[in-house]
């Protein structure tokens, strides 16, 4: 069954400071890997797109990594801002058994940046 | 500007009357699809459509139904809500599938009582 796990759930910082979220996924076959940021009771808002070839991939302060082999991605946030705060959801782009795009999303990492 | 219009944004109704969130998009996106999110949960896809006439279950399409008659509009239509169907709706679009951003529309919160 195909799976995308985040960790951690929340996670508390203050502002300026950097952070790390995490993203495991058993998605097969796997066609590429997005991070998304959603603001409380609005759509998420895709920060990145990553294909297998790719390890690393930067929009601004945010950064992803992609490692294909272990099935992990991170996406690291520089100088975390107010702003930042909001949810970031991993979600994970396979193939169908009808060859079509399917895609599997995480249940996000809350982040919440305090001044 | 870019966008997915839902509307409402806020639905509160009771059991067994019929609804319809709207969805529309500018971009002339050939695929659209319907989400719904629940805490605890990631987004589970209720529909989708890959163009006009074209539409196909997700993982979650029990109560719902869709049409795509129009390659900018894609409503959901709850025939008979029930309090399970107590949801945040998303409806998102995409130039298509594979390595295209999908943007989402603001979300509708509806509430079945």
């Known amino acids: 069954k195909n799976q995308v796990e985040q960790s951690p759930q929340s996670l508390i910082i203050l502002e300026g400071k950097n952070c790390t979220l995490q993203?495991?996924?058993?998605?097969?076959?796997?066609?590429?890997l997005r991070w998304y940021k959603q603001d409380t009771g609005r759509g998420p808002v895709s920060l990145t797109i990553m294909t297998f070839s790719e390890n690393t991939k930067s929009n601004g302060r945010y950064t992803a990594t992609l490692d294909a082999d272990t099935k992990q991605s991170s996406l690291h946030i520089t100088a975390s801002q107010l702003s930042d705060s909001a949810s970031y959801i991993c979600v994970v782009s396979g193939r169908s058994n009808f060859g079509n795009e399917k895609l599997t999303f995480g249940t996000g990492t809350r982040l919440t940046i305090i001044p | 500007e870019a966008q997915v219009t839902q509307n409402p944004r806020y639905l509160i109704t009771v059991t067994g009357k019929k609804l319809t969130v709207t969805c529309s998009q500018n971009?002339?996106?050939?695929?659209m699809s319907w989400y719904r999110q629940d805490p605890g949960l990631g987004l589970r896809q209720i529909y989708y459509s890959m163009n006009v006439e074209v539409t196909d279950k997700g993982d979650v399409p029990e109560g719902y139904k869709v049409s795509r008659k129009e390659k900018r509009n894609f409503p959901l239509i709850l025939e008979s809500p029930s309090p399970n169907q107590t949801s945040l709706y998303f409806c998102a679009s995409s130039p298509g599938q594979a390595y295209y951003g999908y943007t989402f529309g603001s979300g509708t919160r509806l509430t079945v009582v």
């Open positions: 971009m002339n996106h050939e695929y």
């Open positions: 993203c495991n996924y058993t998605v097969s076959p796997f066609s590429n």
